[in-house]
T-cell receptor, first 114, second 112 residues
């Protein structure tokens, strides 16, 4: 079974802090994704990566950056956290090589910015 | 980004009833996926569909890839309390390699 592990289930940070959300997958997947999920807005793609050191902007990249130094790890960075970044953050991964592989999700990190 | 039209938004049913939900898109999709999300958890893949007309089952769940490639439905037979959650459809359209478009979700409540 695919295992996508997010480092924290719950996180509370203060406005202005630099926040790191970590995601690790154990299935050698090429593709990794970061989403945020908010009531009434569904899942929105922040950033994704097709390969190590490669990143592409999703639909809502503003205020975020990412890092993919190793194939199994994809980090989401909030450079200066703001209260409107309070949300559920979901990491996902999928096989590369074909565009039709399903994504597998972690359990999510519920982030609160005070 | 684009979202799929998923209906109904929510359902309240009695244990033992069958459930049906569907998703439609304005564009052609290469893949349809159905996920379930429990409260406070991440979405879990239930069924993946890869071909127009394909009908696939996973236990009490059955999903179909519409012939037009613009829709899909999910049926749950003989619902039980643990079926409670939010069900999402998702798909790969022809122009967004590896990126998924998600439905808005169907919230299912099961009463005893």
């Amino acid at each position: 079974d695919v295992k996508v592990t997010q480092s924290s289930r719950y996180l509370v940070k203060r406005t202005g802090e630099k926040v790191f959300l970590e995601c690790v997958q154990d299935m050698d997947h090429e593709n990794m994704f970061w989403y945020r999920q908010d009531p009434g807005l569904g899942l929105r793609l922040i950033y994704f990566s097709y390969d190590v050191k490669m990143k592409e902007k999703g639909d809502i990249p503003e205020g975020y950056s990412v890092s993919r130094e190793k194939k199994e790890r994809f980090s989401l960075i909030l450079e200066s956290a703001s209260t409107n970044q309070t949300s559920m953050y979901l990491c996902a991964s999928s096989l590369g090589g074909s565009s039709n592989q399903p994504q597998h999700f972690g359990d999510g990190t519920r982030l609160s910015i005070l | 980004g684009q979202q799929l039209n998923q209906s109904p938004q929510s359902m309240f049913i009695q244990e033992g009833e069958d459930v049906s939900m569907n998703c439609t898109s304005s564009s052609i999709f290469n893949t349809w996926l159905w996920y379930k999300q429990d409260p406070g958890e991440g979405p879990v893949l239930l069924i993946a569909l890869y071909k127009a007309g394909e009908l696939t089952s996973n236990g009490r769940l059955t999903a179909q890839f519409g012939i037009t490639r613009k829709d899909s439905f999910l049926n749950i037979s003989a619902s039980i309390p643990s079926d409670v959650g939010i069900y999402f459809c998702a798909g790969h359209d022809t122009g967004t390699a590896s990126k998924l478009t998600f439905g808005t979700g169907t919230r299912l409540q099961v009463t005893l």
